[in-house]
């Protein structure tokens, strides 16, 4: 592996000796940085490419974030004695934070990079110490200015580079910092004109409300380091729009917008878990923008809001946008254990239950004209996937009306949802391979990775033979599942959702197995330290819907944390034979704070309170209530 654990879990670190580059996308409320490091055979690589949401471009699409690469000859670099600096990387550490240390002659060079977490800016700080024997004079390439200038709706959009670097004359042993600040704005808005090193403190407290919520103690590095990588990427990257907040995806091409799948179902349950007030906020809010589009025409709502919520994109048709809605919005809200919520969101949940029911086809499944990926994988007219996520979204809402007292509506809901569940196993029930699991839809002669859905949502008629066919030969790969078997693709959301099946199903040892496997290779190996989208499509891209989904492993899947109501939930914790224990301690949810304890002779769930509310042997499934 490339890079090394240190400080505690709270950062990678990589000793550079050879040829090697990539990214990381770092977010606030008004800024992205997506900043590429490493060294190749042309020396030192420090590029920011900052992304503006609330900036928009022409045509304001999904795509129409104000963003750019910052070239090198607006970037103060240092001048020594007259000649550039040629600066070496030698170590770089990732902590929330990028610091790049690098030796240049007889000078240590940092550069530790992050973006605001309020404004359209972001930074680098850079340190210059003098280990040599002699003073040096230092200048710089440039001090900044006027980057670039676009047209965009709402008006003209503006990057600027400033710095407060000083020629200086440097003593032997003696340090200087300056810092670089990239900004962008409209042209008839002031530059943002904040402290650099308050923005980092103020950086180094969000990364702290990120990771604190829900402290994972496995005893495994790896395992707990990733998961603090991950509740970070999730959580970073809401943006202060128009609209409100709003979590999006970010990669370059995903902001100001949410979509029915990465934000609905896939962060807004997970986040329901932390008690974030911003996190929450952004969750209502990706909930509320599809509240427009729910007539009583009955029409597909949109696959995403985009440009700030004032349009809507919908080009691959219905995915089972409602089910994945019905499915997202019902363990949201039953989750928070917020009454207001819940009230708020019912409506909507009802509608899209109906909405499903409606698209009920005469094999009893949901049909959808895809599903998440959009076209790219061929699915029929009716899929696992949309089918499976309304089924567990009916049950979810059945509890979320029992929890109002309407019975009759929770009955319904609980009808249709056994009616799913036989369906799904006449209609996708197949031997493939000599394996008894699924046909991802009616004519699919292959495996596919989405096989995994039914045992995310707790049926587990075919679970041996699913677990063998998603760890087989045909699907499971080194960097995680593919797509469909024979087809180079793997997506990432497909692998987590998967490893939480594997787990939730009881195959707790394959889990683990694949978990350290995925784990290791995702923090710390080539492409570090988050969750990806897809490869080779999408080049790996950090989305931070992914990183959601891997929280989701452990609170879904080795926990089996299921809602049942506004203050109640099961959970049904397995603990892998490589694993001395697992402890989740801070838990907001179901309207308390609460700790998971596992350990080889069982757990136990306590309240904050010290009140013991659960206790049980591994496998072994609770009913707990807060």
């Avoid at 003073?135 to 006027?146: D, I």
């Avoid at 892998?576 to 998971?596: E, Q, S």
């Avoid at 596992?598 to 010290?610: A, F, H, P, T």
Wanted: glycine content about 8%.
């Amino acid at each position: 592996m490339r890079w090394n654990i240190t400080r505690d879990g709270n950062a990678i670190e990589w000793l550079v000796t050879d040829l090697h580059t990539d990214d990381i996308e770092m977010a606030g409320f008004g800024c992205a940085d997506v900043v590429k490091y490493g060294m190749t055979e042309e020396g030192f690589v420090l590029l920011h490419h900052p992304v503006y949401p609330t900036l928009r471009t022409r045509p304001n699409n999904t795509h129409a974030s104000y963003q750019l690469d910052i070239p090198d000859s607006f970037m103060p670099r240092l001048v020594v004695n007259g000649e550039k600096a040629a600066e070496t990387l030698t170590r770089v550490e990732i902590d929330g934070t990028l610091i790049l240390e690098c030796t240049a002659g007889d000078l240590a060079v940092t550069h530790v990079c992050y973006p605001s977490t309020k404004y359209r800016v972001t930074y680098e700080a850079v340190t210059v110490k003098n280990n040599g024997a002699s003073p040096v004079k230092l200048t710089a390439t440039t001090y900044g200015g006027e980057v670039d200038q676009k047209m965009g709706p709402m008006g003209i959009n503006i990057t600027e580079v400033f710095t407060d670097f000083a020629d200086t004359v440097l003593e032997s042993g003696a340090e200087y910092t300056y810092y670089i600040t990239i900004c962008g704005r409209v042209a008839n808005e002031a530059p943002v004109n904040i402290c650099p090193a308050d923005e980092y403190r103020a950086r180094i407290r969000n990364i702290e409300r990120l990771i604190t919520p829900m402290k994972l103690d496995t005893g495994n590095a790896t395992l707990d380091t990733m998961f603090r990588f991950a509740k970070l990427r999730a959580g970073e990257s809401v943006f202060d729009t128009m609209y409100g907040l709003m979590h999006s995806p970010g990669g370059f091409s995903y902001y100001a917008a949410t979509w029915c799948n990465d934000q609905v179902e896939y962060a807004g349950p997970y986040f329901a878990y932390t008690g974030d007030d911003d996190l929450l906020e952004a969750s209502m809010n990706a909930y509320r923008m599809y509240m427009p589009f729910m007539s009583n025409r009955y029409e597909p709502i949109p696959s995403s809001v985009i440009a700030e919520g004032v349009d809507y994109w919908n080009g691959a048709g219905d995915r089972g946008d409602a089910a994945m809605y019905l499915y997202g919005a019902s363990r949201f809200a039953l989750t928070t254990g917020r009454t207001d919520y819940a009230e708020e969101l019912l409506p909507a949940i009802e509608w899209c239950a109906e909405y499903c029911k409606r698209k009920i086809n005469e094999g009893g499944v949901v049909a959808s004209d895809r599903d998440e990926l959009e076209g790219r994988f061929p699915t029929g007219t009716a899929n696992l996937c949309t089918s499976t996520l309304a089924y567990s979204g009916y049950l979810c809402a059945a509890s979320l009306e029992r929890s109002f007292c309407n019975e009759e509506k929770a009955a319904e809901y609980e009808a249709i949802a056994a009616g799913l569940r036989d369906s799904i196993e006449t209609y996708f029930g197949a031997n493939i391979h000599g394996m008894d699991t699924y046909k991802y839809y009616a004519e699919c002669e292959v495996l596919r990775s989405w096989i995994c859905m039914p045992l995310c949502v707790g049926i587990y008629d075919r679970a041996a033979e699913t677990v063998k066919a998603l760890s087989s030969e045909w699907l499971m790969m080194p960097e995680g599942m593919l797509t469909a078997e024979g087809c180079p693709t793997i997506w990432d959301r497909s692998t987590l959702y998967g490893l939480r099946g594997i787990f939730a199903a009881g195959d707790t040892e394959k889990g683990a197995e694949l978990l350290m496997t995925y784990a290791t290779n995702r923090l710390l190996g080539e492409r570090v330290p988050y969750a990806v989208e897809a490869y080779p499509e999408g080049g790996k891209r950090h989305l931070s819907g992914e990183s959601a989904l891997f929280c989701k492993v452990i609170t879904e899947g080795i926990l089996d944390m299921t809602p049942t109501g506004l203050s109640t939930f099961t959970i049904k914790p397995s603990l892998p034979a490589t694993l001395d224990h697992l402890y989740m301690t801070g838990i907001r949810a179901h309207g308390g704070i609460f700790d998971v304890y596992v350990e080889k002779d069982g757990y136990k769930v306590i309240r904050s309170d010290g009140k013991v509310l659960a206790e049980g042997a591994l496998g072994e499934c609770a009913a707990v209530k807060i």
